[in-house]
């Protein structure tokens, strides 16, 4: 709250001197967010700006967890922006139920969960208690376009279940 009125979410990422991108287009055959009921499942979300990847290449050997971790975030601010596409508002969001963190990584890399955190830490910034999420964190061989991370997510959302088909007069 500031000043007695709620903050909205967009406004509280523009504090956090952030701002969402456009929602990146699907990479392939896929679309980049499914709702069911209450719950939005949401396709994995690649570090992109502008149509390019932010960094690329795997932890462990390219990148630092410093520099894992800045992708983990801004491929959560791609997943914020394809969410507030398919709501109008960020504000529908109710809670973040779980994401799952693919980082590719070499062999001997362990600190998946540290790369992560970038995301989950932010996630609980943004949302307060609401950003609290079950997670997994998970080193992959490799990700698409030599990606060092990819993002999933299943969100809680208020009053958008799905819209049900009002009865005809001959169907009553």
Known sequence: M???YKMNIENKIQSLGLRLPLPPKPLASYVPIMRSGP???L???LPMVEGKLFAKGKLGVALSVDQ???CARMALLNALAVIQAETASLDAIEKIVRIAVHVA???DFTEQAAVANGASDLLVEIFGAAGRHARLALGAVSLPLDAPVELEM???VAGMAPQQK???PDQV
Do not use: D, H, R, Y
Request: no cysteine.
């Open 39 to 41: 719950l939005l499942f």
């Open 2 to 4: 500031i000043w007695g």
């Open 105 to 107: 990584s070499t062999p």
């Open 154 to 156: 299943i969100v809680q």
């Open 68 to 70: 894992g971790k800045a």
């Open 43 to 45: 396709s994995g979300m």
């Open 166 to 168: 009002q009865a005809g």
